[in-house]
Nanobody, 119 residues
Framework: QVQLVESGGGLVQPGGSLRLSCAASGSIFSIYSMGWYRQAPGKQRELVATITSTGNTNVVDSVKGRFTISNDNAKNMVYLQMNSLKPEDTAVYYC?????????????WGQGTQVTVSS
């Protein structure tokens, strides 16, 4: 199994910054990508940003220019630097890992970390 542990969430004022971290451990063989999704109350989970093991990134338009995703392949970690936070960024942020297995690509999720942007 794969375990994902997120950290770095919290309460921040509008315009502030937070850095989320996610550490992956367990049965990790061939990572395709790691990334972040978020789910606000009453809404569906949505993509925030992903990064492949080769460094290709995909960032949702609503956070472009404010959020930066990065990774450390040697440590199996992914980070999300969030700047200029807005109240609409409030959500539970989930770490995701996709890796190749015998029968295709498998997806794993962390437990989530709460980010609240409020004055």
């Amino acid at each position: 199994q794969v375990q994902l542990v997120e950290s770095g969430g919290g309460l921040v004022q509008p315009g502030g910054s937070l850095r989320l971290s996610c550490a992956a451990s367990g049965s990790i063989f061939s990572i395709y990508s790691m990334g972040w999704y978020r789910q606000a109350p009453g809404k569906q989970r949505e993509l925030v940003a992903t990064i492949t093991s080769t460094g290709n990134t995909n960032v949702v338009d609503s956070v472009k220019g404010r959020f930066t995703i990065s990774n450390d392949n040697a440590k199996n970690m992914v980070y999300l630097q969030m700047n200029s936070l807005k109240p609409e960024d409030t959500a539970v942020y989930y770490c995701n890992l996709e890796q190749y297995g015998l029968r295709g690509r498998y997806s794993y999720w962390g437990q989530g970390t709460q980010v609240t942007v409020s004055s």
